[in-house]
């Protein structure tokens, strides 16, 4: 299974080339104000609405199972929640601070309804489809419907609504193939040591 999976990690997804899509959608892309220290709104930029927190860290080790949401832009701050690690949130605000304004937070929004500040380290834009039950994550036109594709395993995808209990609606990077898929399917990293070890037992669930 290691071995198969470390070949997966190096197909070459040309179908799923690129970082964004060719062409902005308001379905799962919108303009997010950033702002400064002062909190005044200093410009924008366009990103994914949905996006992981994540306390995966680069190598695949869980650092955080548990994530702080903050009441403000600042690690100090009171904690107003804890999510877990791969919980989706939709992206409110970007803080940028300090010197040269390379301290960044993000001011996001869990599924029901709770909103916090978090440092952009446990931030992942792009999630990873993965089933370590076979090679492939069937993709399906609609919440247990038709399957509409299959994607190879740890296929990078954007994430469109994840709103509904137990299934996701997702899209490739290139914005090509819309479908819905588990969520239990749905990774915040693409690391084997993540994968393999932690992640069939972990639930996204949100507080």
């Known amino acids: 299974m290691r071995k198969q999976l470390l070949s997966l990690l190096f197909l070459p997804l040309i179908f799923l080339s690129g970082c964004t899509p060719k062409e902005a959608s308001p379905t799962y892309f919108i303009s997010i104000p950033i702002t400064g220290e002062d909190q005044a709104r200093i410009s924008s930029q366009d990103g994914p609405k949905w996006v992981l927190v994540s306390g995966v860290d680069d190598h695949g080790l869980v650092i955080d199972a548990h994530v702080n949401l903050y009441a403000a832009a ?3 701050s009171q904690t107003v929640a804890q999510v877990e690690t791969g919980t989706p ?3 409110l605000e970007i803080r940028h601070l300090g010197p040269q304004q390379l301290v960044r937070f993000y001011r996001v929004q869990t599924t029901s309804g ?3 500040w978090v ?3 446990f931030i992942r ?3 990873y489809l993965f089933n370590i039950d076979g090679t492939f994550v069937p993709i399906y036109e609609s919440r247990g419907g038709a399957k509409l594709a299959e994607a190879p ?3 990078p995808v954007f994430l469109v609504d994840p709103r509904n209990d137990g299934w996701w609606q997702i899209v490739y990077l290139d914005g090509s193939v819309t479908g819905w898929v588990p969520a239990s399917h749905v990774k915040e990293s693409s690391e084997e040591a993540f994968l393999l070890n932690f992640s069939p037992g972990h639930s ?3 507080p």
């Open 74 to 76: 600042d690690l100090n």
């Open 89 to 91: 949130v939709t992206v």
């Open 114 to 116: 709770i909103s916090g």
């Open 119 to 121: 440092s952009d380290y």
């Open 125 to 127: 834009r792009h999630a």
């Open 153 to 155: 395993n740890v296929s």
């Open 204 to 206: 996204h669930d949100a």
